[in-house]
């Protein structure tokens, strides 16, 4: 690792640790709410980018492996299975989900690909709507004792296990194959590095995470209906998250996410009914205008400050012309 590597994780860990101190500082439920939810946010965003930025798969049956993951933690849960277990269960489940339809749908390419994982997710859904269409709540017991604390740092734990998870991704060699067969799939092959894998790697890894992310849904939540998880919204906002923020890069989606969830709960507040449609207007500008994302506009500022500032070799004949100057004639 490079410094600017370490960097990074130090600060990731020093932002968890100040978050962690939240719960102990404040009052107001409401705040840590929105945290938790920030959370849950960004690790659907970072998840999808594995796939859609990192892998250059876009996928829009995401939901599907959320769904799956507060499904499979929930009952397992509420049946009386330890939380730890529930949810590492909770995202192997999308998992092997990811890998029967993985194969099969990485023949389809482009838009079909992206319509394939959609109509894959909608049937999920309607399937789960018809075989839990009941609200799932906590017991009775479980309620009396309900806290927002230990929900808390279980979603800021997995939050930072997604985000470093990521970061190594980025920088190993299964990532610089995934980013590859992106760019050139045909060339990648042609050096030996397999496309299929590749992706179902991608596919499998945003998988888990999207489930874990469903898992902290799942013990978050005092009651909901079953199929919630599944509905398509999930994955619209994930994807625009990451699209906010900056595909293909591990800080843009976590940007993105914040983001997100920060100005849509001001426009829900403000704008009942025409939030959704500001969104879709801004995802469409950022799309138009900056397909880097949010990372774009400071990678764009750093190359505005070099050009203005004189380069080295400048500054120093500029000073050692100002000497001559100033240096007092001889008489």
């Known amino acids: 690792m490079n410094r600017r590597d370490i960097a990074f994780v130090v600060s990731a860990l020093i932002i968890a640790a100040a978050l962690a101190v939240v ?27 594995i ?25 397992l849960w509420t049946k009386g299975w330890p939380l730890s277990v529930s949810m590492i269960l909770g995202a192997l489940v999308p998992v092997a989900f990811a890998l029967i339809i993985g194969a099969p749908s990485f023949k389809l390419r482009g838009v079909y690909f992206a319509i394939g994982t959609l109509a894959m997710a909608q049937i999920l859904f309607i399937t789960t709507r018809n075989l839990f269409p009941m609200i799932s709540s906590l017991p009775t017991e479980a309620l009396a004792t309900y806290s927002l604390a230990p929900r808390y740092y279980v979603a800021l734990g997995m939050t930072l296990l997604t985000v470093l998870v990521v970061f190594w991704l980025s920088r190993s060699r299964w990532g610089l194959g995934m980013v590859a067969v992106r760019e050139e799939a045909n060339a990648a092959e042609s050096l030996g590095v397999s496309a299929l894998q590749h992706k179902l790697l991608a596919l499998c890894l945003s998988a888990f995470f999207a489930g874990l992310a469903g898992g902290v849904f799942a013990y978050y939540s005092a009651g909901y209906y079953l199929f919630f998880p599944f509905f398509p919204t999930w994955t619209f906002d994930a994807v625009m998250a990451t699209y906010i923020g900056g595909t293909g890069t591990v800080i843009g989606p976590i940007i993105g996410a914040v983001f997100y969830v920060l100005v849509k709960e001001i426009l829900a507040l403000r704008f009942v009914e025409l939030h959704p449609f500001i969104f879709g207007t801004l995802f469409i500008l950022v799309v138009l205008f900056l397909p880097g994302g949010m990372i774009q506009i ?12 004189p380069a080295p070799s400048e500054e120093k004949a500029m000073s050692e012309s100002d000497m001559v100057h100033d240096r007092p004639a001889v008489e």
């Open 298 to 309: 400071w990678s764009r500022l750093r190359r505005l400050f070099r050009r203005a500032a």
């Open 51 to 75: 796939i859609g930025g990192i892998a250059g798969q876009v996928n829009l049956g995401h939901a599907a492996f959320f769904g799956l993951g507060s499904l499979v933690s929930r009952i």
């Open 23 to 49: 719960p102990s500082i404040t009052v107001k439920e409401s705040v840590i709410n929105l945290l938790v939810l920030v959370y849950i946010y960004v690790m659907m965003a970072s998840s999808w980018n």
